[in-house]
């Protein structure tokens, strides 16, 4: 099983930028689908943006312009970089593994390997 460690995150005003990354381990990592989700504390976990094994970016109508999702084969690492931030930004980010028969997608269900979460205020 594939295991993922968050890293970054923090406090940042509003229009500025956080990088988030997430180390994978494990066997069959090449083959995993992985991205990033959020969760508002009264709200259910969503999709932010995911990776597909051969680099394909997918992102939430949210994310799209302002977040920008890598893979890193060599350091098995994702990325995430978001720029121009908003309060409604602020979450617990989570990232995710998971190993799908079809392509990579948003919806949480079927990613089975997922990190402790790492918390992004934005503040107006």
């Known amino acids: 099983q594939v295991h993922v460690v968050e890293s970054g995150g923090g406090s940042v005003e509003s229009g500025g930028s956080s990088r988030l990354s997430c180390e994978a381990s494990g066997p069959g990592y090449l083959t995993y689908c992985l991205g990033w989700f959020r969760q508002d504390p009264d709200q259910e976990r969503v999709g932010v943006a995911v990776?597909?094994?051969?680099?394909?970016?997918i992102y939430a109508d949210s994310a799209k312009g302002r977040f920008t999702i890598s893979r890193d084969y060599v350091k098995n690492t994702i990325v995430l970089e978001m720029t121009g931030l908003k309060p409604e930004d602020t979450a617990k980010y989570y990232c995710a593994a998971g190993r799908f028969q079809r392509p990579c997608g948003l919806e949480q269900n079927g990613y089975a390997s997922w990190g402790q979460g790492t918390q992004v205020t934005v503040s107006s």
């Open positions: 990776i597909g094994r051969q680099g394909t970016p």
